[in-house]
DNA sequence: TCAATCTTGATGCAATTGCATTTATATGTG
DNA sequence: CACATATAAATGCAATTGCATCAAGATTGA
């Protein structure tokens, strides 16, 4: 890897970093004066949504969605009090259960939806037109068929 | 606004988190590795840095990293009593004070440097090959001068 | 001039996160 | 089977964050 490769790794890097700052400031800000849960409730509710009947167990979500496994059991647990998501032991496993999206998690899920689509269209558009997604796009076309 | 350029706006933006999501990961554990500070600890260093023996007011530079005002009040106090920083009364302004960095801090930040760089350099590369790069770059693409 | 308003920065308190450890079950090996 | 090791999930505790509010100095404008 050359040097300039590198600065441009790097400005492609606080690219990324600052149209991801805005864009989640921006989502989590239309979700709150909706008064609707956040975005990880939001990831959380989407994948157990398509997971259907079966649900899926907290590891798998925990891959799925990049989170930490302390942190995906006490942020479920929290869905769970809203209501938003039951438990079920798993039939294979004693150890664990399956996590299965309730009525009224699917309901609140579907609200959150448009608040949210309309608010990564805006920010991202923004984002779009921004230097910051310039050099980001620069960096990206430089390369991309490693695998 | 299209249905198929939201589609491709929430596409996008998954493609932009999870990037984001990996590389935060992977620099916060190289930094961590080498016993260093974390990113956030990082960015205001370099911005102390950059602006030299004038330093910047806490509100310059709650705005140039996007932070809340309480949350940078409270990692600049920590970032001072790690001794990286110190504070001094601003001559115009009776209220606030301005942040410069000190020795030590540009010490620290200098050793940083390398392993941030290298961090990022990795991910990037990897970022750029995968499916979530390529998605993030056919929204990028398709529009950049609206402003 | 001085009261009303705004800006800068700090802080009490509750909620969340990070780290390390614990509990319970599963799996693999002799 | 019995033991060692691995995996799933929870939790105690300290550190950090978010929210709301506060205190102090700056600015505005009648």
Chains 1, 2 share one sequence.
């Not at 959380?44 to 009947?53: F, M, N, P, S, Y």
């Not at 004693?94 to 579907?110: D, Q, S």
């Not at 991202?124 to 695998?147: C, G, P, V, W």
């Amino acid at each position: 890897m050359t040097d300039s490769e590198d600065v441009n790794a790097t400005d492609a890097w606080i690219g990324l970093a600052r149209g991801h700052s805005h864009a989640v400031d921006a989502i989590e800000s239309a979700l709150k004066s909706a008064a609707l849960p956040s975005l990880a409730w939001y990831d959380v509710l989407l994948e157990l949504d398509k997971a259907g009947g079966k649900g899926l167990r907290p590891f798998e979500l925990e891959r799925k969605l990049l989170l930490a496994q302390y942190n995906l059991s006490r942020m479920t647990a929290r869905i769970e009090d809203a209501g938003y998501i039951s438990r079920r032991p798993s039939q294979h496993d004693g150890r664990g259960f399956e996590l299965v999206i309730t009525k009224t998690g699917r309901k609140i899920r579907a609200a959150m939806w448009p608040v949210y689509k309309k608010a990564v269209g805006t920010t991202l558009a923004e984002f779009r037109a921004s230097k910051d997604a310039a050099r980001l796009l620069d960096y990206l076309k430089a390369n991309n068929n490693t695998d």
